[in-house]
């Protein structure tokens, strides 16, 4: 069972907004940045989003994040095909000290 | 452009040893901006860290509390690489293992650069 907490699935239709939550806690979200990373099938994960809601370069500013307390959210905007993919959301965790992910949430384009 | 290199077996036999290596390009693996991870994807397990090394004056390495004894992950300075050696494997550790980057960005870090993702199963 992960530590960090996502829905499974969520959908929408082209042109869309989609928003996916992590849940955590206080030693992991609630005290450490959010990172996002999203894995189209049967490739490496990508880093989408880093420091709760800074996108690296590459990534299209319909990706945005936001943390507040001890949840975070990643939104795409403007929903397009090539989106349907897994995204993971990801912190540190001072209680385990190390990296802990959450189980992913599979974006479906309808 | 920074690019990481997985190689190693992808079957392994229970209670042996797993060994995979990471060859970095474009980067260096002594670098003080920068640490060296390994991480692992299971459908039972999701996506799971395992530990990293990184070098500030010193080698340093950090794992995770649920591997630690089982696992080491070493540097390579003269090959530019590194390696992760997992012992007493079990069919649990079946996963695809992934080497990664961890830079710093503005106040936090990221794993920007992964390497292919190597499949490994653990079976007799």
């Known amino acids: 069972q992960s530590v960090l907490t996502q829905p499974p699935s969520a959908s929408g239709t082209p042109g869309q907004r989609v928003t996916i939550f992590c849940f955590g806690s206080s030693s992991n979200i609630g005290t450490n940045n959010v990172n996002w990373y999203q894995q189209l099938p049967g490739t490496a994960p990508k880093a989408l989003m880093y420091?709760?809601?800074q996108r690296p370069s590459g990534v299209p500013d319909r990706f945005s994040g936001s943390k507040s307390g001890t949840s975070a959210s990643l939104a795409i905007s403007g929903l397009q095909s090539e989106d349907e993919a897994d995204y993971f959301c990801?912190?540190?965790?001072?209680?385990?000290?190390?990296?802990?992910f959450g189980a992913g949430t599979k974006v479906t384009v309808l | 452009q920074v690019q990481l290199r997985q190689s190693g077996p992808g079957l392994v036999k229970p209670s042996q040893t797993l060994s995979l290596t990471c060859a970095i390009s474009?980067?260096?693996?002594?670098?003080?901006?920068?640490?060296w991870n390994w991480l692992r994807q299971s459908p039972s397990r999701g996506l799971e860290w395992l530990g990293r090394?990184?070098?500030?004056?010193?080698?340093?390495?950090d794992y995770i509390v649920s591997v630690e004894g089982r696992i080491t992950i070493n540097p390579d300075t003269p090959k530019n690489q590194f390696s992760l050696h997992f012992n007493s494997v079990t069919p649990d550790d079946t996963a695809v293992y992934y080497c990664?980057?961890?830079?710093?960005?503005?106040?936090?870090?990221?794993?920007?650069?992964w390497g292919q993702g190597i499949l490994v199963t653990v079976s007799s």
């Open positions: 474009g980067d260096r693996v002594s670098s003080k901006s920068a640490a």
């Open positions: 420091q709760n809601n």
């Open positions: 090394t990184y070098y500030r004056s010193k080698w340093h390495r």
């Open positions: 990664a980057r961890e830079v710093y960005l503005g106040t936090s870090t990221s794993f920007d650069i």
């Open positions: 990801a912190t540190w965790d001072d209680g385990l000290n190390g990296y802990v």
